[in-house]
């Protein structure tokens, strides 16, 4: 968690930048075990290799290709545009699943409870938070980017009956959606790969959700995703 105190120390303007470790500088600490943890604690790390761009085509497309998406979702200008996944625990059809819904430029995380790992459940909960947003649903989802998973089959229904864009990554290419791919792995943290998230309560699944959207980033010049989340809302719900 140094990390993260880290970002919180200049968050909460406690400390100057002056006082406090930067994070090359912890990174070095661990390697030279001068701190408590190893690098198998800091999966960040652990995920820099760059990831291969070959693309395999063998796979059917089920909509518009990420490669038609704009620049300016590409590049992060606009407030908007999510990419979602799903997160498996136990490999039993009886599991419950977590969909996950990352907003690009502020990294806003929602983090959803599913029954199963199908298409009606991912369509039942998109319905859902469309219904919390109402009317302003269009404008805070402008787009969805999701890869070509058999649970995201009808996300084209879904474009169809709202206004918000959907994308399809290429196929075999998860790491297009490399803003869902890193909080997942912030998500399993708390719960590791091949444990069952019917285990999980409710609560914990919201403390975790809670704890990434309150934690201050660097790439967000130290402020938090549910900051940055409110102050576009605030724009969008003012305009009416």
């Known amino acids: 968690m140094y990390f993260a105190y880290n970002g919180e120390a200049l968050h909460s303007?406690?400390?100057?930048?002056?006082?406090?470790i930067s994070i090359k500088t912890l990174y070095n600490y661990?390697?030279?075990?001068?701190?408590?943890?190893?690098?198998?604690?800091?999966?960040?790390?652990?995920?820099?290799?760059?990831?291969?761009?070959?693309?395999?085509?063998?796979k059917k497309?089920?909509?518009?290709?990420?490669?038609?998406?704009?620049?300016?979702?590409?590049n992060r200008e606009e407030f908007g545009h999510w990419e979602i996944y799903c997160i498996l625990g136990e490999k039993s059809n009886k599991d419950k699943v977590l969909l996950t819904?990352?907003?690009?430029?502020?990294?806003?995380?929602?983090?959803?409870?599913?029954?199963?790992?199908?298409?009606?459940?991912?369509t039942k909960a998109l319905d859902k938070i469309k219904e919390f947003f109402g009317s302003k649903f269009s404008e805070v989802f402008k787009s969805i980017t999701a890869d070509n998973g058999s649970e995201f089959a009808d996300l084209s229904e879904f474009e169809l009956k709202t206004k918000t864009k959907v994308y399809f990554t290429h196929p075999y290419s998860s790491f297009e959606k490399g803003?869902?791919?890193?909080?997942?792995?912030?998500?399993r943290?708390?719960?590791?790969?091949?444990?069952?998230i019917s285990d999980y309560s409710l609560e914990t699944i919201s403390f975790i959700e809670n704890w990434m959207n309150t934690l201050a980033r660097k790439l967000?010049?130290?402020k938090t995703p549910e900051e940055l989340f409110e102050i576009h809302l605030d724009e969008i719900y003012s305009l009416y």
């Open 61 to 74: 497309k089920l909509g518009t290709s990420i490669s038609d998406r704009p620049n300016s979702i590409e």
């Open 220 to 222: 967000l010049n130290y």
């Open 101 to 122: 819904l990352v907003e690009r430029k502020t990294r806003y995380a929602i983090i959803f409870e599913i029954p199963s790992h199908s298409a009606i459940s991912v």
């Open 189 to 196: 943290r708390f719960i590791p790969k091949g444990k069952r």
């Open 30 to 58: 661990v390697d030279l075990g001068l701190l408590p943890i190893k690098n198998i604690d800091l999966p960040a790390k652990l995920h820099r290799n760059k990831k291969s761009t070959r693309v395999r085509n063998d």
């Open 179 to 187: 803003t869902n791919e890193r909080h997942n792995g912030l998500i």
């Open 13 to 20: 303007s406690r400390f100057s930048p002056s006082q406090i």
